[in-house]
């Protein structure tokens, strides 16, 4: 297939790596339509122990998806989380190309065959 350009059109090759992971998709997910989300929320929401969220959590800012901000209220340290607009970004595209691949039915080949 030499001299061959071939056009990667199945939307598998839109998904983020990162967001493959359970936790990691849930945690993004959760944050998705709020502007912040306390740490202990969203543990509890995604059913996880504080070093495993932790860990997730890490992975995320990282790769520029979440930001962590701490505060204290009163004596008590609080951890709050929120997407970047990178983070948001790779989320809507990641979540648009499951919804296209669960649709199953090939309109992303008639759409890049129209394009093309």
């Not at 809507?92 to 919804?99: I, W």
């Not at 296209?100 to 992303?108: M, N, R, T």
Request: hydrophobic share 45%; glycine share 6%.
């Amino acid at each position: 297939m030499v001299g061959w350009a071939v056009a990667l059109t199945h939307p598998r090759h839109a998904l983020d790596d990162l967001l493959s992971h359970p936790v990691r998709f849930s945690v993004v997910a959760l944050l998705a339509p709020a502007a912040q989300i306390e740490f202990s929320f969203v543990r509890d929401r995604v059913e996880v122990t504080d070093s495993m969220l932790s860990k997730q959590i890490s992975l995320l800012e990282q790769a520029g998806y979440l930001k962590v901000n701490k505060a204290f209220i009163g004596k008590r340290g609080r951890t709050w989380l929120s997407l970047t607009k990178t983070g948001r970004r790779v989320f809507e595209r990641h979540l648009a190309a499951l919804r296209e691949i669960a649709a199953g039915d090939g309109s992303y080949a008639a759409a890049q065959s129209k394009l093309g």
